[in-house]
């Protein structure tokens, strides 16, 4: 930030044109009639949709354009009001406007669907539920397998971490084809889990014919279905997983790899450590802040674990391997209760925040995410 | 010095030995290497020699082309993609083309449209001071950044009900909206990184020489920071594509994407393996393409922000 102040403190900066009283006012009342007028649109629409007034739009859609246009208001009355100010804010207040529009308002609205009993695809609509929905969640024991599950997931990044992290040593040392590997072990990150769902899940893994299954019995395993017990399933499920995402850790490490100093490694040479030593008593604490934070964003990316798992074993066996997303989807499309189902959501999200609250700030000391850098 | 003196005099023997371990240090690296390529790239040679398969060559196991079994355009022939069926009309493919036009529009509209706003917010972030009621910079770009905890499942069901009454339902635009808001935080934290690597007097010589903030942002800084545009959007494009549990639940027929399609076909019992070859062959081949020419690109949005 201090790259920042320096141009804000404005030694150099021109001098910010006149904005006449005539200006100021001018947007202000721009601002408020706009908002008026949005407030006005969404009352009628409410009493239209309430039947109180045969006055109304057939879909909310033209609500929509209303608060775009209010956002083009509210962004022409703050350049006339404010001036210099109001440009600079005009940066920034687009992506604001979309994410309030977007993330804010649909998550609130989504606590609001968490309490109502509301079958989709029947014809009485929502009906008010209170916290029956929070008690159903707790009788759910599918639910709570799911949140186990999650925590094996969520556990097997450390072995996703460790490889990537075995890889990204190699693809630091020196070696020939360089560029080669680093494409070849960047790839999988690319593929859409839901092909590499059928490519490994559904045909490398196949029981019968599967070249996996093939070599599975070549080595003297005489039944492998790799997705017939809970275990294996959910590793073999994980292992679909880590090989989509280990490119990504990977990445991360060689990143932070390339930037270690060089002269602290080569003043441990020289001080006769081992290259076993050098790496745990050098390498890898310092580099702590990119482990972490590659752990961090890992971590979060895996708790919306759901594409593989969806397509290769819905859930199955029993459950095994059903993440709280899949497991949602599920009750979702068997049930079309989006009541239901956005209730079990909420309180995965509320869990999740809890979660990542508690690992940010115990990991606070080594961590470069979240802007506090 | 001292400690020097042992080494000369073993040095025949300590050179032999050094070399040894050097050659069987060497044989360890190449041989993990190959191992993890061998890997990373064995399903994709699987998925690809495997559309060209019948069913024998299926069932028997066989993996080389020309020497296991003959090559057939079998499964091309399928989505109407092989020499002999492209100029005929094929409903498949056409249902193909119009699944991987969606996805096209919709990934690389997304990718656009967070670049837009995120460059514009990062830019911001990286160089003037906010105040919005209690937040300052730092808890701005943090409320950004924290859009990307939120699993998809928690916003799919709102959004379900949201784009009924707004009837955005099973539309190109609607899927837009969902995928850039879940790539914008990823947008501005690579490109707030690359704004901040930017020196600041650029921007300060070009107010004095007259240009106005826009000015400056549009005439001198953008095209400074496109290398990390490019990063951005590249790394959006491929999330956006791979997309599925959006486009599973908010679309139905006319903006279903390419994942959706392959998700349906994986889940009808007693497809032709050499058909599904294809259409997973045909669904990751841009991307395939993407990583192998752009893979620098990728890289550097990979490890933005992560590396200082």
């Known amino acids: ?373 | 010095m001292v400690s020097y003196a042992p080494a000369i005099r073993n040095m025949d023997q300590g050179r032999r030995a050094v070399a040894a371990r050097f050659v069987a240090s060497r044989v360890l690296i190449y041989g993990a290497l190959l191992l993890w390529a061998f890997i990373c790239l064995f399903p994709i040679y699987w998925t690809i020699t495997t559309s060209f398969k019948s069913a024998v060559d299926v069932t028997q196991g066989h993996l080389v082309p020309w020497v296991d079994f003959q090559p057939d355009w079998k499964g091309w022939r399928s989505l109407g993609l092989s020499p002999d069926t492209i100029f005929q009309t094929s409903t498949v493919r056409s249902e193909f083309l119009a699944r991987f036009e969606n996805s096209v529009i919709n990934s690389v509209g997304a990718a656009l449209l967070a670049l837009v706003l995120g460059s514009l917010a990062a830019y911001g972030l990286s160089r003037f001071r906010y105040k919005f009621g209690f937040m300052r910079n730092d808890d701005i770009l943090f409320f950004f950044i924290s859009q990307l905890i939120l699993p998809p499942v928690v916003l799919a069901l709102p959004f379900l009900v949201l784009y009924k009454a707004l009837a955005l339902l099973d539309t190109d635009i609607g899927l837009i909206l969902i995928y850039t808001l879940s790539v914008l935080p990823i947008v501005i934290w690579i490109m707030r990184d690359q704004f901040d690597s930017i020196p600041v007097e650029l921007d300060e010589a070009a107010l004095v020489d007259g240009l106005s903030v826009w000015g400056v942002f549009m005439r001198i800084i953008v095209p400074l920071a496109l290398p990390g545009m490019v990063a951005a959007f590249i790394l959006s494009l491929v999330l956006c594509w791979n997309e599925y549990f959006f486009a599973a639940l908010l679309t139905g027929t006319d903006a279903k994407t390419l994942p959706v399609m392959v998700a349906s076909q994986t889940g009808s019992q007693g497809i032709n393996w050499w058909s599904m070859a294809a259409l997973s062959a045909a669904a990751i081949a841009p991307l395939a393409i993407i990583g192998v020419l752009l893979e620098r690109y990728i890289i550097k949005g990979l490890t933005a922000g992560a590396v200082k």
């Open chain 1, 1 to 373: 930030m201090s790259t920042a102040a320096a141009l804000n403190d404005g030694r150099h900066q021109p001098p910010a044109y006149v904005v006449t009283a005539g200006r100021v006012n001018a947007g202000r009342w721009l601002i408020v009639l706009a908002t008026i007028a949005l407030l006005a649109l969404i009352m009628v629409q409410v009493l239209y949709v309430n039947g109180r007034t045969t006055l109304g739009f057939e879909t909310w859609r033209p609500l929509l354009y209303a608060y775009i246009a209010w956002a083009a208001a509210l962004s022409g009355g703050l350049l006339l009001s404010r001036g210099e100010a109001g440009e600079r804010a005009m940066f920034v207040l687009p992506a604001v406007l979309f994410t309030v529009a977007v993330v804010i308002f649909p998550t609130l609205f989504g606590f609001y669907i968490a309490s109502l009993d509301w079958n989709l695809s029947a014809f009485d609509g929502p009906k008010f539920a209170g916290l029956a929905n929070l008690f159903e969640l707790f009788a759910d024991g599918s639910y709570w397998n799911a949140l186990l599950n999650m925590v094996f997931y969520v556990l097997a990044v450390g072995a996703e971490y460790a490889i990537a992290f075995g890889l990204a040593l190699l693809l630091n040392a020196e070696i020939r084809a360089r560029k080669f590997f680093r494409v070849a072990f960047l790839l999988p990150f690319m593929l859409s889990p839901v092909a590499v769902s059928w490519m490994i899940g559904k045909s490398l893994l196949e029981y019968r014919f599967g070249p996996a299954a093939t070599l599975a019995r070549m080595l003297g395993w005489e039944n492998p279905a790799f997705f017939a017990s809970p275990w294996l399933a959910r590793i073999s499920i994980e292992m679909m997983d880590a090989w989509v995402s280990i490119p990504f850790i990977m990445i991360l490490l060689l990143a932070g790899l390339q930037a270690l100093p060089r002269e602290v490694l080569e003043a441990a040479k020289v001080d006769g450590a081992s290259s076993w030593q050098s790496f745990w008593r050098v390498t890898f604490p310092l580099m702590a802040p990119v482990s972490i934070t590659a752990l961090l964003i890992r971590i979060i990316f895996k708790l919306k674990l759901a594409d593989i798992v969806i397509n290769v074993t819905s859930g199955g066996p029993g459950g095994a391997t059903d993440t709280v997303s899949s497991y949602i989807y599920r009750v979702y499309r068997d049930r079309s209760n989006v009541g239901y189902g956005t209730a079990l959501a909420m309180f995965y999200l509320i869990l999740i925040i809890i979660f990542l609250t508690v690992l940010l700030k115990a990991t606070s000391r080594w961590r470069r995410v979240g802007g506090k850098a």
